[in-house]
Each structure stands twice: as C-alpha cells, then as structure tokens.
C-alpha cells in the first residue's frame, strides 16, 4: 500500500494561517477594503484574499493599503451567470462565462487556481449540484466549509458533495473561508492553515496547489504522519476526531485529542475530522491509497 501524503513537505512548525474568500464595499461588502485588512490584521492571520464578485483585486490595489505585514493574495469571485468560483492568485479579471468549465480553464491559464465556493448554499442546499462538480475538470479545490452560509438558507458544509468526488480519486481540495461581508460575526469563522516556510504569494499557492494545509473552524493539527501503513494525527484542541474512507464511512472514531490508524486494505482515501469545543472543527486533507 502506498499513501499519498499532501504534508509530506510540511516544515515542522510554519503554518500561515488564511482566508481566501472576503468581501469588501467594492461589490456587496460592508466595509472598505483598508478596514477590512486591518481587522484580519487584529486576528493574527498571515495571508488574506480579496474576492470581490466580478472584481479583480490585485497588486495595484494592495499597493494603497497599510497590509500590517499580511500576505495579501490577487482574488476575484466568479459571479455572474452561475455557480459561484474564486480565483484565487488572479492576474487580471476573467468573462463570468456561463459555460464555467471555459472559465476553470481560463483560471488555469492565468496564474491561479479555482476553487468552487459554498456548494451547499440555498433552500434546496445544492447552489452547486453534484453533477456539476462532477463534470468539470480542473480545478484545484471546493469550500468544504463556508462561513457566512450559516446565516443564510442551506448549509456552511459541503463535505458529503467532497466524499462523493473523493471516492471516484478526483483530487479535490477542500477550503474553509470566511465570505466575510460584515464586520465582527463574519470575521475569523473558517480559514486555512498553509504548511509552507515560504511566506509569499507564490509559496502559499504552491503550497495550496499541493494539498499541503488544512481548514479550520477553531481546531489546530500539531502534527500529521505517514509511517508505512499508519497514519497519526495530533491536535491541540480536538475531543473527538473521526476518520473517513470512501464515501462518508467513519473507520475510526475515538474521543481524544490524537488519533493513530491502520488504513484499511480496501480504502481508496482517507481523511480525518477533528472535532473540538463549541462546534469548532479542523479538516484534513484526503490521503489517496495508490496500488503499487
Ligand atoms: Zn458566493
Ligand atoms: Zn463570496
């Protein structure tokens, strides 16, 4: 059995802490983007994303900003016309064409990458219809949890539409970001802990790219690893973590805050949630199982 393991480049104690996904006056935001920094700022977050719908933020506009030391990641969320997306390191802003697999691949011939936003979004929780996510190819990853859904009509997670992808070895990603359009109760819900010593633009999205973090709502992992067929997770904060294979199966599920498992010989992925106090929760990325 061979385990594919996103952290294996993780340096030992560098995790940048981010959000991807923000808002500001720009589109239907409710403060101005300067204001906004500063309050991700406040929080103690290294890296940040402004994806204003159908508007390019980029260099030139953080170039006018006091960035208190953040690294502030080119974004935009496709809008128009369908499913929302983000691309994320953008260099310019892109046609929301409504055929969203012409604008995966426009994403992937710029500089970033797309990532499909709040899939369980709306009454009918499927803003994002399995069959979709399906069909398209190429992009990089999907909100798994989405912060400001909580207070509207349908569900902040995603991780059952994730499995189902997973299961067929699609390999998808999953984020947590804010969509923060207010200040305070949208502000530090969900991000991502980047496992890189490279605290720059490009050396986070290389990071992303590789699979090499994973989304928070409160938990922190101390530390993930491979050793032959066994995989250890240990957290600071979690009471209970579950491990997954295939589609939604829990292999193991123990109170604590690590968990040690033997994958089992018939898993195609595997994944961990570890879950903490007051609902809070981190997510790991899936290892795939490769035949050798
Ligand atoms: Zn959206
Ligand atoms: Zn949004």
Known sequence: MKIANPYLNAPAGAWLRGNLHTHTTASDGAQPIQKVVDDYAALGYDFLSISDHDIFTGEADYAKLDGHGLVLIPGNEVTRNGVHLLHVGADRLLEPHADRQQVIDEINASTGFAVINHPNWLVDFNH?????????????GME???GTIGRLDGSPYATDKWDRLLVQGRRVWGFANDD?????ADIGLGWNMVGTADRSVSGI??????????????VTITSISVNGNRIRVETAGAD????YQQV??????????????EVPANARYVRFECLGRGGRAAWTQPFFIESE
């Open 248 to 261: 939604g199966r829990e292999f193991a599920n123990v109170e604590g805050a690590s968990l040690e498992v």
């Open 144 to 146: 798994i949890y989405n």
């Open 180 to 184: 923060s359009h207010l200040p305070g």
């Open 205 to 218: 999205l290389d990071a992303l790219r590789r699979g090499c973090f994973y989304g928070s709502t409160g």
């Open 128 to 140: 994002c219809p399995f069959p979709l996510l399906d069909q398209w190819q190429g992009y990089v």
């Open 240 to 243: 209970r973590i579950i491990a």
